[in-house]
Nanobody, 120 residues
Framework: QVQLVESGGGLVQPGGSLNLSCEVS????????MGWYRQFPGKERELVAT???????NYGDSVKGRFTISRDNAKTTVSLQMNSLKPEDTAVYYC??????????????WGKGTLVTVSS
């Protein structure tokens, strides 16, 4: 059973910083791309950042230069450092991981989401 558990969401003032963390556990053959997505009310889930096993990153245009994605040494945890936060960053943030349970198949897993609110 694979689980992704996010933490670190909450209320922060505009211009402030917040760090999100996602821990992956369960029976895993291989962790591939991991990333963060966010969803605004009434909108489709959108890319925030992704990170491959080899260290290649991809950021959404709206967060480039402000957010940084990283993984720990074991590559079982993915973090998102968010700086210079704006009210328009307010959203539910979801952790995502493409995981192979075995050699033959891979699929995306999602956390339940954590709410980030940027407000005075």
């Amino acid at each position: 059973q694979v689980q992704l558990v996010e933490s670190g969401g909450g209320l922060v003032q505009p211009g402030g910083s917040l760090n999100l963390s996602c821990e992956v556990s369960g029976s895993i053959f291989r962790l591939n791309v991991m990333g963060w997505y966010r969803q605004f009310p009434g909108k489709e889930r959108e890319l925030v950042a992704t990170l491959t096993r080899g260290g290649r990153t991809n950021y959404g245009d709206s967060v480039k230069g402000r957010f940084t994605i990283s993984r720990d040494n074991a590559k079982t945890t993915v973090s998102l450092q968010m700086n210079s936060l704006k009210p328009e960053d307010t959203a539910v943030y979801y952790c995502n991981a493409n995981i192979q349970r075995n050699y033959y198949s891979a699929m995306d897993y999602w956390g339940k989401g954590t709410l980030v609110t940027v407000s005075s």
